[in-house]
């Protein structure tokens, strides 16, 4: 079992910035792939990024390409998502997720462990 739980989410306007962080416990944390989802209201949940067991390899959803920035610290068993340049249409609660896949994956279904998520409120 992986226990993930999100924290960092916010109000914050268009423009500005925020850092998510989802803290990690229960198997060895960097065994897992791991990526950041969030859904809207009304809305199915979407991938955002993702990042691979060593944290070489990220992949992001268009959307968020040169806005976000996904990291890890396996030290720590921390995730991060550095959000800039936020929208109005960023605005979802953002959930992490944890999977043991080699090859980095995006559709919800393909990871195993969820965080409560957290919510990011962006105004224009």
């Known amino acids: 079992q992986v226990q993930l739980v999100e924290s960092g989410g916010g109000l914050v306007q268009a423009g500005g910035s925020l850092r998510l962080s989802c803290a990690a416990s229960?198997?060895?944390?960097?065994?897992?792939?791991m990526g950041w989802f969030r859904q809207a209201p009304g809305k199915e949940r979407e991938f955002v990024a993702a990042?691979?067991?060593?944290?070489?390899?990220?992949q992001y959803v268009d959307s968020v390409k040169g806005r976000f920035t996904i990291s890890r610290d396996n030290a720590k068993n921390t995730l991060y998502l550095q959000m800039n340049s936020l929208k109005p249409e960023d605005t979802a609660v953002y959930y992490c997720a944890a999977a043991q896949w080699i090859r980095i994956k995006v559709l919800p279904s393909e990871y195993d462990y969820w965080g409560q998520g957290t919510q990011v409120t962006v105004s224009s």
């Open positions: 990042i691979s067991r060593s944290g070489i390899s990220t």
């Open positions: 229960g198997r060895t944390v960097s065994n897992y792939g």
